[in-house]
């Protein structure tokens, strides 16, 4: 009796495995899309005031079988996203939401992405002309990704969501170090003096960058009037050195200052490719506080640094920029 039970158990273990090799065949695969990055993020463009600037956004599909035939991937703007974000980041301080980016400062050319069989990354392209955005604010372009036939979006940790936070850069923009940029009272230096970590400069045109004076903060609701607008003027013809022009768009801050700029490179001693861009504004200027019933004037004085890297073997527009 027990050999009879033991060969129907051993017969039934069998066909169950057999069952199980074949399972496979008969299961339809859906294959879900995603972006390859998600949620905000930011995307650095070498700043073009007269022409557009081309950017690729990669699409990804995933699944356990590759596609084996076309599909068409739906992209849609996804203004809903930007609104419940930026509420619950910043509840009722609307002066930091995001900002949707217009129309007028973009264009795609299709927003349907189309996956050759076989293929699991393509590209949408976006084509921004950014000539006159004002960096004082931060500007978002939401997209997702689509229900569409034969794929589905990729719900797992929003990756159907992608909010490109657009940061145009020239030459001189980026994240600047100013612990050597001494902020006092003007009135009495002797008082004590302090600096900022970093000092974030934002792109104005091809020439000039923007940042806040003294210690105004980026997040202060106030902090449109403290814009200093730095112009750079090379000494000459490809130089690495000239006049810094200092001046605020806000006369009621009574701004006054001056500046000159130093460029030097240097290569990188373990990666051959990569080139060290160091850029030093050296600077003087005072501003009035204007957050007091009497306005009281600031005195900063020193220098800003601003390293950024470069790989030599890249074109400039593909350059990977980060602050």
């Given amino acids: 009796m027990k050999k009879i039970y033991y060969y129907v158990m051993t017969l039934v273990t069998v066909l ?3 069952a199980c090799n074949d399972e496979w065949k008969d299961e339809l695969f859906m294959h879900s899309v995603s972006f390859a990055k998600n949620g905000v993020y930011d995307i650095h463009m070498r700043y073009n005031k007269e022409g557009k600037v081309s950017y690729q956004l990669p699409v990804l599909v995933s699944g356990s079988t590759e596609i084996d ?3 068409d991937v739906r992209v849609g703007l996804d203004t ?3 609104d419940v974000m930026n509420y619950e980041r910043f509840r009722d301080r609307k002066d930091l939401y995001f900002r949707l980016l217009d129309e007028k400062y973009y264009d795609i050319p299709s927003m349907t992405v189309n996956f050759p ?3 699991n990354k393509e590209l949408l ?3 921004f002309k950014l000539g006159d955005l004002d960096m004082s604010e931060k500007y978002v372009l939401p997209l997702t990704i689509e229900e569409g036939p034969g794929y589905v979006p990729n719900y797992r940790k929003q990756y159907r969501k992608a909010l490109l936070n657009v940061l145009p ?3 001189y923009s980026g994240s600047y170090s100013a612990t050597n940029a001494m902020i006092s009272a003007a009135d009495d230096p002797g008082a004590g003096e302090f600096s900022m970590d970093t000092r974030n400069a934002f792109v104005v045109d091809d020439h000039s960058i923007f940042f806040y004076a003294g210690a105004i903060d980026e997040e202060l609701q106030s902090r449109g009037k403290y814009k200093v607008v730095a112009e750079f003027i090379p000494s000459g013809e490809a130089s690495t050195d000239g006049i810094v022009k200092l001046s605020s768009p806000n006369p009621d801050i009574h701004f006054e200052g001056e500046g000159t700029f130093l460029i030097s490179t240097e290569m990188d001693q373990v990666l051959p490719y990569l080139e060290h861009r160091y850029v030093t504004i050296l600077m003087e200027y005072e ?3 204007l957050s007091t019933i009497t306005p009281f004037r600031y005195k900063v004085q020193g220098s800003m640094v601003m ?3 470069r790989n030599i073997l890249m074109p400039d527009e593909d350059q990977a920029i980060e602050w």
């Fill in 169 to 171: 850069f020239n030459d």
């Fill in 125 to 127: 392209d976006i084509d």
């Fill in 117 to 119: 069989a076989g293929s």
């Fill in 287 to 289: 501003y009035d506080d």
């Fill in 16 to 18: 169950s495995l057999a």
């Fill in 69 to 71: 035939k076309a599909i």
């Fill in 307 to 309: 390293e950024r890297k």
């Fill in 80 to 82: 809903d996203t930007l």
